[in-house]
């Protein structure tokens, strides 16, 4: 497995070609097959590109991403390819145009490989509920490698590209990185452009790489964020030089621990190397400091009543008239919509619908939809009035390590509630990265989470790459 340095450096001697590159990961993709972590891959597309781009790395023209190869979360739009979002719905949807994070990758010279499984339509902390079949984690194939974005976590993590594109709802990068040991960046929300990201819940929706390390999460972040006049959400905000941010020093910075992560939760083996990192902070001059967010328990609760509610409405697009299945056993219009939806959809995107449905009509809006969007805006001035004391947040990122596939399949609630410490950060809108800290005593990844201000990713890049290098 290398990092983009390592791939850098050898392209730079002569050691290797893209191409090379590119078969390297091509094999590796092949012989890990059974982890079901690609929907897609793109052998010949990919060579040719990557021969033109040894060409231009010849004539001293190419892109600052040359040479990293990239898989993608099926649920971005890629010209005249598939993009399923794990479903059956869309399974032989092909997109008409490129996200505008593909077409930046593409001009920075990254070489796009394939498409990589995903729970269905993002919803999900484990890969179990995609229609082509669970995700498996490398380290031990009966476990779940986290979820939504499953298989772009698996991908890095077991070499078959030196990155990977995911996108984070509730969690989806961070949690699935915590899983399998690698680095996972949910940027500010409207840092990087959602044009040709398939809604799920939009106004908590951010496209974010994962990486083995934090310098790459930085390079991949540096072509991919800014502003984009096809979203409306997108932030028209200066994008700072991220490598020139990792400068290994922590000295006097202000460390915040929220409280109630720390609670009893969370399991101990995470709970204790966390503290580990923790103390290294403080040895080399950080400044340590408990915090309260006080909105803490309503987090779970809002999160999924205002995702939901928004994913109800973002979801009725598909009803078999324009976009990818139609049932062809229904006789009237409004039979063709039941149809195909009940045929369409797995058991867990309608769970969502029709939650989402409940908390919007008529008579319960007030109850939970409106409440909902009361407490989102609680726990984001709680995140606010933390940043007033420290400069960033850490917490671990998820209250367990991976468990057994099957395990909370039967228990939607248990699943949901895995999702505790990263939802607050979509709900506030904030960064939040998850890089390795250690192993628990089964051998498996444990992730640790730091929080920052919105646009504080050049703070939380900087606390990331220096754990990193504390090894
Ligand atoms: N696990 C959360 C959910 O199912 C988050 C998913 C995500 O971030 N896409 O909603």
Do not use: W
Request: charged letters at 20%; glycine letters at 8%.
């Amino acid at each position: 497995m290398k990092t983009f340095d390592a791939i850098k450096a050898d392209l730079a001697s002569g050691a290797a070609t893209c191409v090379q590159v590119t078969r390297q990961y091509l094999d590796a993709i092949e012989r890990q097959k059974d982890l079901n972590a690609f929907l897609a891959v793109f052998p010949e597309r990919t060579l040719s590109q990557a021969d033109l781009i040894d060409k231009k790395i010849a004539a001293g023209t190419a892109g600052p991403l040359a040479g990293m190869v990239i898989a993608v979360k099926d649920v971005i739009c890629m010209q005249n390819e598939r993009v399923s979002c794990g479903s059956k719905i869309l399974k032989n949807f092909i997109s008409l145009y490129d996200a505008t994070v593909i077409r930046r990758l593409q001009d920075a010279d990254a070489l796009l490989i394939g498409k990589c499984n995903m729970d269905e339509f993002a919803m999900g902390s484990s890969t179990e509920n995609s229609a082509f079949g669970r995700v498996k984690l490398p380290q031990d194939r009966d476990r779940v490698p986290g979820g939504s974005s499953g298989g772009s976590a698996v991908a890095v993590t077991s070499g078959m590209s030196t990155a990977s594109l995911g996108s984070d709802t509730g969690g989806s990068i961070r949690q699935p990185a915590a899983f399998c040991g690698i680095c996972g960046l949910k940027p500010t929300y409207g840092r990087v452009s959602r044009y040709g990201l398939v809604a799920y819940a939009s106004s908590f929706d951010s496209i974010g790489p994962f990486a083995l390390t934090v310098k790459d999460i930085a390079s991949v972040l540096q072509v991919i964020a800014g502003y984009d006049p096809k979203d409306s959400t997108s932030a028209d905000i200066p994008i700072p030089d991220y490598n020139s941010s990792l400068t290994r020093n922590v000295r006097g910075l202000r460390i915040g621990l929220p409280k109630e992560y720390f609670g009893s939760a969370l399991n101990e083996e995470i709970k204790s190397s966390v503290e580990k990192s923790i103390d290294i902070l403080r040895k080399n001059g950080a400044i340590i400091k408990e915090v309260s967010l006080p909105h803490t328990e309503y987090t779970i609760a809002a999160y999924y009543i205002l995702a939901t509610a928004e994913a109800s409405s973002n979801l009725a697009r598909f009803d078999g008239a324009r976009y990818g299945y139609r049932s062809d056993d229904a006789d009237t219009l409004s039979a063709m919509y039941v149809k195909s939806r009940s045929e369409g959809f797995g058991p867990e995107v309608k769970r969502r619908i029709m939650l989402g449905t409940y908390v919007l009509s008529s008579g319960y809006y007030d109850a939970y939809y409106r409440k909902g969007q009361k407490v989102r805006r609680l726990i984001q001035q709680d995140f606010f009035e933390a940043f007033n004391e420290v400069d960033c947040l850490i917490t671990p990122t998820s209250p367990t390590t991976s468990f057994k596939a099957g395990e909370k399949m039967d228990d939607p609630l248990q699943m949901y509630l895995s999702d505790i410490y990263t939802t607050s950060a979509n709900l506030a809108g904030i960064p939040g990265i998850s890089i390795p800290c250690g192993n628990d005593s089964k051998g498996l990844p444990i992730g640790l989470q730091i929080m920052g201000p919105q646009f504080g990713e050049p703070l939380i890049l900087r606390i990331a790459d220096f754990l990193e290098h504390q090894k």
